[in-house]
C-alpha cells in the first residue's frame, strides 16, 4: 500500500528553525516529483515548494524563498523541508505529495500524506 507519511512538525519561537521530513512506503519516490502544500486556519491549501524527481530543479512559494528548502535522499525514499527564521504565518498543516509533475497543482499529485502541525508561537 502506497503511504506517504509526514513527520518533524512541532511548537516552535519565530526565528526558529524545523526540518520537516516526508517519508515513503509502497512507492517508489526516486520516479516522483514531491511537493510540500500547508493548510492554515481558516485559509486554503497552498504550495509552499516541489522537487522533480532528480532533485535539480525545485520551486519555491515566495512567502518562503531564502528561508526553506527542499531536498531528497533518495536512497532513503524520503524527501525534506528544512525551514528556517520560522514567522508566525508560516502556522499550519504541513502536508507533503507525490506526483508526476513538480508544480503547485494539486491535481498533478496523486498521493498525499496525512499532514504535520507546525505552530510558530512565542
Known amino acids: 500500500q502506497e503511504q506517504l507519511v509526514e513527520s518533524g512538525g512541532g511548537l516552535v519561537q519565530p526565528g526558529g528553525s524545523l526540518t520537516l521530513s516526508c517519508a515513503a512506503s509502497?512507492?517508489?519516490?526516486?520516479?516522483?516529483?514531491v511537493g510540500w502544500f500547508r493548510q492554515a486556519p481558516g485559509k486554503e491549501r497552498e504550495g509552499v515548494s516541489c522537487?522533480?524527481?532528480?532533485?535539480?530543479?525545485?520551486i519555491y512559494a515566495d512567502s518562503v524563498k531564502g528561508r526553506f528548502t527542499i531536498s531528497r535522499d533518495n536512497a532513503r525514499n524520503t524527501v525534506f523541508l528544512q525551514m528556517n527564521d520560522l514567522k508566525f504565518d508560516d502556522t499550519a498543516i504541513y502536508y507533503c505529495?507525490?506526483?508526476?509533475?513538480?508544480?503547485?497543482?494539486?491535481?498533478?499529485?496523486?498521493?498525499w500524506g496525512q499532514g504535520t502541525q507546525v505552530t510558530v508561537s512565542s
Open positions: 509502497g512507492l517508489d519516490l526516486r520516479s516522483y516529483a
Open positions: 505529495a507525490a506526483g508526476d509533475i513538480a508544480n503547485f497543482w494539486e491535481a498533478y499529485y496523486d498521493y
Open positions: 522537487i522533480e524527481p532528480g532533485g535539480s530543479y525545485t
